[in-house]
């Protein structure tokens, strides 16, 4: 007598992973934003934030900020999308995602293009708000350039884009489309940081209100130059990595020399300007597609 058996079944999840495999995006965001927010609660009722607790991170302001606002920023989108991933495609989908995140999928030409055209459009967008031509650095700060740049990709690009973008554009991009997908993306990575304007980081309790307001708009703006690299790169993290965190370095390390007469407002209002028109180039030029390959039908 023959015997027949039907294959292994597979077991049903978990109810929490069969509600995130559900609605990942939805977790995803839900996390991204309440984990980081709890995580920095301390540093905002800190004698560097609201003054609740009289208490001061050490360090001086970097210093403050690896401690007070680094674990948040790790904890909230890098870490939501590891947790994600993980409830709804397993190991599996981790190690693709590990692979993901270091293929480099352009040639060499183009991380040369982001490292210089950042900080072209930033001089020219900050010359035409002080109205004043940038001023020669000294040696020393162009020495600090390039490690200044490693340790905002440590800290900075791997803490927010493999969230924002790895995880959260490909999934918006299929359901709703690129310029959707970058705006919904783009207001809440604005919103992420908002809690922060209540600290050090963002001006303090007394910042004015436009302060995070211009903020919002640049992250949106950001948000579709963002989209438009990623697409057009083949989805390379390490260059949207590197389109981010140049960003950051060179307000970081360059631009007070560059413009020693500039104002805190100034920075802010160069990087406004400057992601709303490269937001409306891209926007245009691609036709709104921003360089997502049209889908075969």
Known sequence: MT???SPPQP????????????????????????????????????GNGLGVWHWTFPGGAAGSQLLGVLPGAYL?????????????????????WRGRMTRLGVRWRW???????????????????????????????LAACLPGLVVQMVTTGLAEEPGWREFAMPRMQRRYGPPVAA????????????????????????????????????????????????????????????????VNNYFSVAWTDLFPHGTVEDTTRALLLASVLAAAVVLVVTRGRLGLAATPG
């Open 11 to 46: 077991q049903a999840g978990t109810p929490l992973r069969t509600r995130v495999r559900r609605r990942p995006l939805t977790w995803f965001f839900a996390l991204a934003l309440s984990m980081s927010w709890l995580a920095w609660t301390p540093y905002i009722l800190s």
């Open 183 to 246: 705006l919904v993306v783009g207001l809440l990575w604005g919103a992420w940081h908002l809690p922060l304007f209540l600290t050090e980081w963002g001006g303090g309790p007394g910042v004015s209100p436009v302060r995070p307001l211009e903020f919002m708009v640049t992250t949106l703006a950001f948000s579709y130059v963002m989209t438009w690299v990623f697409n057009r790169s083949g989805e390379s993290m390490p260059l949207v990595m590197l389109l981010h965190t140049s």
């Open 3 to 5: 015997v027949t058996t």
């Open 76 to 96: 909230g989108p890098i870490g939501s999308a590891l947790f994600v991933t993980g409830m709804t495609e397993g190991r599996a989908g981790l190690r693709e």
């Open 111 to 141: 991380f040369l293009v982001v490292a210089v055209s950042v900080p072209a459009a930033l001089t020219l967008a900050s010359a035409a708000l002080t109205g004043r031509a940038p001023a020669l650095p000294p040696a020393a700060v």
